[in-house]
């Protein structure tokens, strides 16, 4: 395994259609689970700074609660305005039950 990959949550703790805030070094993470493909973006929207887990899900997207722009899980563009920047996507892998993210 590569050595930036860090282990935040097992597969069982996030269910289909959610997500969980992790914290790794003082960051927090959004790692959601779309039908079973797990995804980790920054957990902060690009519009306001404004923290995208006080938000929800809308598929494959997840919706900032404070002026509802939506994000692409899979590559972190915005899909509404008033967001017109991208937020940060980070490489996930899933192994022995365990969802690991590489916040480099």
Partial sequence: MDKP???VAGTDAIAPG???KVV???QAYIVANVDG???AVE???SHEDYPLSYGCLDGDRIKCSLHGSRFSL??????DEPADEPIRTYRL???EG??????S
């Fill in 5 to 7: 990959y860090v282990a």
């Fill in 18 to 20: 959610k997500f969980l």
């Fill in 24 to 26: 790794v070094d003082n």
């Fill in 37 to 39: 493909h797990f995804y």
């Fill in 43 to 45: 957990d902060n929207c």
């Fill in 74 to 79: 899979k590559t972190g563009e915005p899909m």
């Fill in 93 to 95: 892998m899933v192994a």
């Fill in 98 to 103: 365990q969802i690991w993210i590489d916040p």
